[in-house]
């Protein structure tokens, strides 16, 4: 039987969602062009047009908006793995996966990019990308050893998921450090470079079975 259709968003959910989109979206692109620490939280709130005290109601902190950020790239990357055919090969499935973000970062650079560049940037920001990082390794080890039926504690599915998220980490470094270096981000990518890098990973991926 299908499953049974998920409840309408009310009215008042969906506000809160815009409010949450419109808040994030302003703070990023103001912490991105002005820096992480010269922004304040009053700043942000002004600029979205609300209270500081509405912006406290959804965010516990300037640094909570980019992890929401980072937390919703990883939630992609997952989300996506979960959703490939079960008899599809390991490095195809990942490669999809780690492209999803990638795609959307590549469709709006003038807006993903500084924000990039930013988490990377700035030491505080990439200890917490670096975080929940390995956080997605966890969870992607875990969902290759169901598709593929190993043991999550041994050494495939983790080492697996940790060379797709390196592949995934290293295109975003060439991705800013082109914009950096003067490319804009336009002459690079993103998903041509994690085609090219799984081009290398995917003997391996493929053939280290348990």
């Not at 809160?16 to 419109?22: G, H, I, K, P, S």
């Amino acid at each position: 039987m299908p499953a049974p259709a998920l409840p309408a968003p009310t009215l008042a959910q969906r506000k809160r969602q815009l409010v949450a989109t419109e808040l994030t979206e302003t703070a990023l692109q103001l912490f991105a062009h002005k820096g992480f620490e010269a922004v304040t939280v009053d700043e942000v709130a002004t600029a979205a047009g609300v209270s500081k005290r509405t912006f406290f109601r959804y965010f516990a902190s300037k640094e909570d908006v980019v992890v929401q950020f980072l937390a919703g790239m990883g939630a992609d990357i997952r989300t996506a793995l979960a959703a490939r055919p079960a008899g599809e090969r390991p490095s195809a499935a990942l490669l999809h996966a780690v492209s999803v973000p990638l795609a959307a970062c590549g469709d709006h650079p003038e807006r993903t990019l500084p924000v990039v560049r930013l988490i990377l940037g700035t030491p505080a920001l990439l200890a917490r990308f670096l975080e929940h990082e390995a956080g997605w390794r966890e969870e992607l080890a875990g969902e290759l050893a169901a598709r593929l039926g190993l043991d999550p504690a041994g050494l495939y599915p983790p080492l697996a998921a940790g060379m797709a998220l390196t592949a995934f980490e290293t295109v975003l470094c060439r991705w800013s450090e082109d914009a950096g270096s003067g490319g804009g981000g336009g002459s690079v990518d993103p998903l041509a470079l994690i085609a090219e890098a799984f081009g290398v990973l995917a003997p391996a991926l493929d053939a280290v079975r348990e």
